[in-house]
């Protein structure tokens, strides 16, 4: 496992990113002609092949990360096989053709819906999941009939690339269906024009790119760009479970995942036990060696972005427990607890990324509600209480595109659920039934059955007999 960032993957030349996406273009023709059961059963057999090739991907995967095995196995490619078991066995049901309403004087002709396949996907990846992400987006897009050309953060190539390598090394899917074009932004910028839809998923300034760049070529963007996952804890709150996931869902990934619990709102009189729970959770954390729970952040700048938002809760009277550098070249820091955290605090209003758990003190479930809704982020939310009937009317309340009851975020991984944010938190849903059809396009079929030669009343020429008829038919009577 490296002990410090490996240095980024750059650009490749601008005519190796063109022949990448014609590769991807001229795969797409021939794929698109693929039945969906035809698609499953290739897709099946390339899941076996990257499954059995995971201790190789998890090494990479450590490498560019700094992961444990344990962390990078279960957060990479537990939730990638869960996804895979979800949409093969539910694959025909979502995309194959489905009859359509008709009145009952249709009954001579024939409605459908098909789902056409877009053509090209451009995936764009960030570097805190490099395997779970590139590859979900992408069987799910190339299940869909498409072809990718997938986009990863600079930071984490060469994951990327091995999953192309291993997915091409199968021979099962046509030459180029899955195309890795590395780079920094203007790489990005390529695989939006070159592509008929884009998966992003990032930060906002750069979606607000990405968004204005696809929407200047007419083409739809589904857009994730990260949250500030509210944990609202009540007073009757299984506290045990409540600290264990606080802690897990602030720490885990070293606090690099989007869903990630980043602000954590306690009614008053739990608010102590609470807290004494989750600081000896905190304390038990490892932070070295090859089992550590806490690994290194992935992106260099991330370090400093996480000690000033401490640096600022300190300066405005919050007490900061842990949070310390372990190892600045190695980018490796002590998770952090956040007591006394407050709304002016930027620790409870912009994103952190980072292991930290900042918690504040509520008179009641109603005004965590009020700060939870507060602020642009509207990803992830969670609400904690032994009454289920009151955690889910409360969860109703909240402003995110996904909740939890006494679960903290684990959405990602059950391919049923539709997953994405609401307000800057993004546009569109990946996965369920919406997600995979967002990656098609709907053909709406009208057949005429009998008789094979007849014209329809409603022709020419008009006649007012036929008129009237038509009027009773159609209800304007």
């Not at 969670?382 to 679960?407: M, P, Q």
């Amino acid at each position: 496992m490296s002990e410090g960032p490996l240095a980024p993957v750059w650009d490749v030349p601008p005519e190796e990113s063109a022949a990448r996406a014609s590769a991807a273009r001229r795969a797409a023709h021939v794929w698109r002609r693929a039945s969906v059961s035809q698609r499953v059963a290739a897709l099946r057999g390339v899941w076996e092949a990257v499954r059995a090739k995971r201790e190789e991907g998890l090494a990479v995967v450590r490498e560019e990360t700094g992961k444990s095995r344990d962390e990078a196995e279960i957060l990479e490619f537990g939730p990638a096989s869960l996804l895979v078991r979800y949409f093969l066995a539910n694959a025909s049901r979502i995309l194959d053709e489905r009859p359509a309403w008709t009145p009952w004087f249709f009954l001579n002709k024939r409605a459908a819906v098909r789902r056409l396949p877009r053509g090209v996907i451009g995936v764009i990846t960030p570097w805190n999941l490099p395997f779970l992400i590139p590859f979900g987006d992408s069987f799910c897009a190339m299940l869909a009939g498409n072809a990718v050309l997938l986009k990863p953060s600079e930071w984490t190539t060469r994951t990327a690339l091995w999953l192309e390598k291993t997915v091409a090394a199968t021979g099962l899917l046509p030459e180029g269906l899955l195309s890795v074009v590395p780079g920094r932004g203007g790489a990005g910028e390529g695989v939006v024009d070159a592509s008929d839809l884009v998966l992003f998923t990032g930060s906002l300034a750069t979606g607000r790119r990405v968004a204005q760049r696809a929407a200047s070529q007419l083409k739809p963007a589904i857009l994730e760009l990260g949250g500030k996952h509210p944990m609202i804890v009540l007073a009757d709150a299984p506290l045990e479970r409540a600290a264990a996931a606080a802690v897990w869902g602030a720490c885990a990934n070293a606090g690099q995942l989007c869903v990630g619990v980043e602000r954590v709102y306690v009614e008053s009189s739990v608010h102590d036990a609470f807290v004494a729970k989750v600081r000896a959770r905190l304390a038990a954390l490892r932070t070295d060696g090859p089992n550590a729970d806490i690994g290194r952040f992935i992106f260099p700048p991330q370090l400093d972005r996480v000690q000033k938002q401490l640096d600022d809760a300190r300066s405005k009277g919050a007490e900061v427990i842990g949070g310390e550098v372990l190892d600045r070249a190695g980018l490796r820091m002590a998770p952090a607890l956040v007591l006394g955290a407050r709304m002016e605090m930027s620790v409870m209003t912009e994103e952190t990324f980072g292991p930290v758990v900042p918690v504040m003190r509520v008179g009641r479930a109603e005004e965590a509600v009020a700060l939870a809704n507060s602020g642009p982020h509207g990803l992830g939310a969670s609400v904690w209480s032994a009454d289920l009937e009151k955690a889910e009317r409360l969860s109703t309340l909240l402003e995110a595109g996904i909740v939890g009851i006494n679960e903290p975020a684990t959405h990602y991984a059950l391919g049923s659920l539709p997953f994405g944010g609401v307000k800057s938190s993004g546009l569109g849903r990946r996965h369920g039934d919406e997600g995979l059809l967002a990656l098609t396009q709907a053909q709406a079929v009208l057949e005429h059955e009998w008789p094979a030669d007849a014209p329809d009343p409603w022709w020419f020429p008009y006649e007012a007999r036929k008129t009237a008829l038509l009027r009773r038919l159609l209800g304007l009577r």
